[in-house]
Every structure is written in structure tokens, then in C-alpha cells.
């Protein structure tokens, strides 16, 4: 059950929120883009955990689904198809009686227990969180060359300057190797 929620956080930098929150009809796997066009809201004081608009217009966004991931989603449609909630309105990442995940439980029972298995949880080292997933991907977007105004697109940013102030580290590697390779070529030749 958890393993589609952490590739779908890993693979296209979904706020945690956002992905519980995505419903089948948010998945074009015909087109291979994902609609990000709500977020789950958490529950609170015996209220359910509910469906609700997006904070701000930019995180309105598509997210395009990398191979990897859309063959992930399309075993999890027919898996999820199987039990009944491949409906274009249930929660793409639903438990097995088809309400969204709690995120506590993606968290504890997903996330804490994949790096446990994985023996990725040295306590010497900084802790992996949901949100770590999303920053790996706008840093692994940065890396491969995309330029600023299409990660702060794709990672639903109000505004470049909040991406470029959150990944400055990226931009300054990326730009500080070119640099010095530059130079290197100049003097060796």
C-alpha cells in the first residue's frame, strides 16, 4: 500500500499532502501527466480527513509521470481496480476499504519502515522525511539542468525566488563545476 505513495512523493515532488489527496481522475496515464488540483486536508478532532482546494493558484500545476512511476500507477489502477476503488473519484493511494492514507500512517508505517528495511536509519545522519522525497526531486531536477522557473513550476512554487533561495546550493555546485572546468580546459588545454 505504501510503496505507490512513496514513488509517487519520490518521482514528482508532491507535497505529502497533495499526493493523499490526488483522486484517480487527477492521473492521465494516457497522457502521462498528473492534475495536482487539491490536497488532503489532515483530520482533526474526530472530523474526517478531507479533499480541499490547493493554497495558492501556482500549486494548481501537471506534473509529468516519469516512466518509472507510470508503470508503478498503472499496476497500482488495476490493483486498487481489483478491490473496487479504481473509480475515477477514489483516493489513489486508499487503504484497503478506500479512504485516503492518514499521513502519519505514510509516515510511520511508509516512509519509517522503508528506511528501516533499507537500513537507511543510522542515527548519526539527518533524518529522511516525506518532505526530504520532495526536496530530492527539485534537486535532482536542478542537477539534470532544468532551469529555475520550471522546477518552481513543477514543485507548485508561488514564486521562482522561493526555488531559487531553497536550492541556491544546487545552482551554486552546478555552476561553480562548470566554472572550474572552464578553466581547467583553458590551462591544460
Known sequence: ???????????TGLRASEALGLIWDDIDLKEGVIHVQAQLERPRSGKPA??????????NRLIPIPTRLHQILRQHKQDRFAHGYAGGGYYVLGTATGSPIR?????????????TKAGLTDQGKKPV?????????????IRAGDDIANVSRRLGHANPSITLSTYTHETNEQQTLAETRQLLDAIIG
Request: zero cysteines; aromatic letters at 6%; hydrophobic letters at 45%.
Open 1 to 11: 500500500m505504501y510503496r505507490p505513495a512513496l514513488a509517487v512523493l519520490a518521482y
Open 50 to 59: 478531507l479533499r480541499r482546494k490547493l493554497k495558492t493558484p501556482a500549486a
Open 103 to 115: 499521513h502519519d500512517n505514510l509516515r510511520a508505517r511508509g516512509l519509517q519502515a522503508a528506511l
Open 129 to 141: 522525511t516525506l518532505h526530504t522525497l520532495r526536496h530530492g526531486y527539485g534537486s535532482l531536477l
